[in-house]
């Protein structure tokens, strides 16, 4: 097979992004890579409010079309399929995204190809100089998910673990506001939490119990640990020190990638897998990454790393996605097809 490039467009939740990817000789390469965050304006509010992350989408798309295309030197006679993310996440958001590609696609008679952003997050990893061969087990961890999955081969999916309540980032995204730091909260988190002590405070490493008196070995809760982080706060203000930021963050920081590394390692080890995948917004934090990667050491577990500039959200991810779907052998997607808030 020639040369595949695909224009992909992103839009599920606050960042605006279109991106150009190209697969040729077996690997996969951005040639434009467009993200508008629009976090300041939704930092006001202390989080996403769709209605304005809509307004922007439609506002900025399509100078970022016209951007990406600048940006690749390329236009529409040399794009071979179009892909946006449909679903899961904010209706309005995901309408813009699908809307604009679906019409371009018709206008300019190419394969449309509808991604699912967490499939979008699992290529981000064929991004990566090094890329895993199935099987592998993939730790996804975003604001909207935790999840552990084991990849039998390409688009062959099985849930081993997730959070029975907030995601990892949405953890960081809570503790944060409590602190009183920025929106979005991981690298509010991450900045504030260099330099601070991660062993000052011990926060719980929450667990969630089944039926028969025990726990569910691979899945997370993340609830009791932000309820634990606002009890130390709220004492911390009885006394009259200033509050000790730093230390509270990294102490935050540290319990969270204990627990995401533990649970994952495990899995790996009595699923008998050898390399694990780690991708999405979290994914992008250093103590995380620099603790997935020595501890697999230990039990030689192989570990690939999404680059941190595709574990946030982008439309590279998407692009490789739906060129993964296109050079598998998959057929584009119905013109008709809607968009859909939660999909499995
Ligand atoms: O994958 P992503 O960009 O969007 C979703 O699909 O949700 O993930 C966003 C989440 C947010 O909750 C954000 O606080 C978190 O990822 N995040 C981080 C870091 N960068 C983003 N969490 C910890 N450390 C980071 N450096
Ligand atoms: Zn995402």
Redesign the pocket.
Known sequence: QMMQTVLALET??D?TAVALVQFEGGKFRVIANCIASQADEHSKWGGVVPEIASRRHLELMPFLIKEALIEAKTGFESIDLIGATVAP?LTGALLIGSLTARSLAALHGIPFFGVH??EG?LASVLLSDEVPTPPFLVLL?????TELIRVNKNFDYQRLGRSHDD????A??KV?RLLGLS????????KIAKGGDPRRFSFPKGRVSNPGGGYYPYDFSFSGLKTAVLRQVEKLKKSDIDLPLSDLAASF?QV?AEVLVERSLKCAEEQGIDSLVMV???A?????RELMMTSSKDISLKVYLAS?SF????AAMIGTAALLRLISGGSPSSMELGVCARLG
Do not use: M
């Open positions: 599920s939740c960042e996440g952003h967490l997050h961890v975003s604001g909207g998910h995601a990892a980032g949405e960081f995204d944060a929106y979005p909260g991981g690298p509010s988190i991450e920081e969270v999405g917004g979290v992008a934090n250093h103590r995380l941190k574990c946030t959200d982008n």
